[in-house]
């Protein structure tokens, strides 16, 4: 259990620094994109009370050291979906007021690794704001390849561009 937790900090302080080095990607679809530090988040938690599996967290930062190539290559998105959501915003000082406002959602599809691995990337735009955001990386969803994946790869050791 020790060698697992110290893998997955190792990966995380390398995801970090490819974070800080990466904070905004230029993409010629939606020209920058922004990457906060609500990926975090996603990456090691399934919820607010549950969280992933070693092998899970592990593969999707895998997948996250790919975002900048594929967003950086990527001319079209693969799939679309606009919703409704409920945010905060601060008026004043400790105010706030909840506000409805349309989401849009895109993601993004890759083939990496010589066809053997697929990443599904997620971005999203608020109506009102200017700027698109980096919600998540998703290692192939199917639940067979997704466990092909999980076993195979989990040391994974090369050095990622």
Known sequence: MEINLEILEKMKQKALLYYKENKK???PLFWEIRITNDWFNHIEWKNKVHKRDFKEAYVRYICFFYTKHILENSNL???????IEQFKIKIWKKKYKNVNENTFYYWFVAIINNNKHRVRIVIKKHEKSNYFEF???VPAWKKDWYLWWRDNILFFDEKLE
């Open 25 to 27: 990607i230029i993409s």
């Open 77 to 83: 998105y693969q799939e679309f979906r606009e919703k």
């Open 135 to 137: 919600v998540s990386v």
